[in-house]
């Protein structure tokens, strides 16, 4: 318990340190109370026009939080930091296809590679129980269940594909208040982009996430989807580019933005 | 009398092919009322990607309604509409001087040019004036007048310069109700940068705008100054890039996109 509130009460740049020196390798859920974490897709120069494009088009699962120039990786939002090391772990891509899990990137980085910073959802979770929405899988030290949906996002270059979207189980009373909540967090994602129907946005079985765990729905909740960072990924594995590195699923950049 | 309400009760489209088949030269001021029209800047696709993050991290003055593929020339938000030819007139730029003006740009179409919508503050005039805020260069049928400014934008690649801002007189009684009335459209610039200081934000000379006509502020008045999408225009200028084009300065795309 001690330590729970050592996470949470630690600074963005302590979080950033543990994750340089390889102390902290696992996600970064629950660190740094009140702070932006960001999920990160590097891609190369040439592919970064397109991909810029695919976020400015499809605002609601890609909420832009910082776009680096070509070669830097000092961002604004994390004094400081370092894009190539501040991150707990990475995904290495090439041709769509993952060929390795690291933990720092500096034996891929190119002059070439621009990074992008992409709002997460943890934000808006705190806000949702501080309004009194307890969100199960917070409370059984989970992952938010995620799915692959039939909702086309809107297409830039070669980048194409349909949204991801996290679901969280409330309580019919408390879905109102759910997107009220939510959607004062356009910066993250806004309000819920379905509610109560998984089969109208094509996810057949609520069992068996796409990504992330399975959390049980109760009698008396709706299943209530919101748009997901992990779309941008998705998409960018579909596109089958030869080069590019996304954050490891959980393990997000801690900035120093605060998140009200 | 009944030519200007002509004007207002036009169709996005009938204002479209007017411009296309050369009957509208003029400014698009006053047409197709409750009509988004947009700012635009085309850019070859070399320099697409730090105009478009340029436009990302300077929202206020850029607020993009729509960017379009490399080679394309029908946006979304205009059916059938094309930016080659649905404009009044057009400004070439050459390594950042203007070469020509010309009232429709097929001959300098190529298909690596990229084309980017921005919004334009005609939609948040019409929620002034219907506010009860008297706008004094729409009474006397002028241009707003505009300033360059001491404020930076936040740089991309070579795309770098200060903020240009446009100028309103506002009663001092008045002014927290302008504030709040453009402050709901974050879409078109938003609330104002600066209000009753010009010195402050680098004005020496209200009297001498930088672009459009000087507008009078009487003693009951101060000047408020919103961020102004000729700023994307000047920064491109500025960068001094091979090639570009412009709108001529007033004479817009109108869009099917209403303002409300």
């Not at 979080?15 to 390889?22: A, E, K, M, S």
Request: hydrophobic content about 35%; glycine content about 10%.
């Amino acid at each position: 318990m001690t330590k729970e509130r050592d996470k949470l009460s630690m600074s963005p740049e302590e979080v950033r340190t543990l994750c340089r020196n390889g102390s902290l390798t696992g996600p970064t859920s629950g660190f740094a109370k009140g702070r932006v974490q960001a999920n990160m897709m590097i891609v190369p120069r040439e592919h970064a026009f397109d991909f810029l494009l695919f976020c400015q088009r499809n605002p609601k699962p890609c909420p832009l939080v910082e776009v680096l120039e070509p070669g830097q990786f000092a961002p604004r939002c994390a004094e400081g930091g370092d894009v190539r090391t501040d991150l707990p772990g990475y995904r290495v891509f090439e041709n769509g296809r993952l060929i390795r899990e690291v933990g720092d990137i500096g034996e891929y980085w190119r002059d070439d590679l621009v990074t992008f910073l992409i709002g997460c959802s943890f934000s808006f979770e705190s806000a949702l129980i501080e309004g009194g929405i307890p969100l199960r899988h917070v409370d059984a030290g989970k992952n938010v269940a995620m799915y692959k949906t039939n909702i086309p996002c809107w297409s830039a270059g070669q980048f194409n594909g349909n949204m991801v979207v996290s679901m969280r189980p409330v309580k019919s009373g408390h879905v109102a208040r759910a997107v009220e909540i939510s959607g004062r967090f356009p910066q993250v994602h806004g309000a819920p982009v379905h509610i109560g129907h998984p089969g109208l946005i094509g996810i057949t079985d609520l069992s068996s996430p796409d990504f992330g765990d399975a959390i049980p729905i109760f009698d008396d909740e709706l299943p209530v989807f919101w748009a997901c960072g992990v779309t941008p990924q998705y998409v960018a594995e579909l596109s089958r580019i030869p080069f590019c590195i996304s954050h490891s699923p959980g393990k997000m950049l801690v900035t120093d933005l605060t998140t009200s």
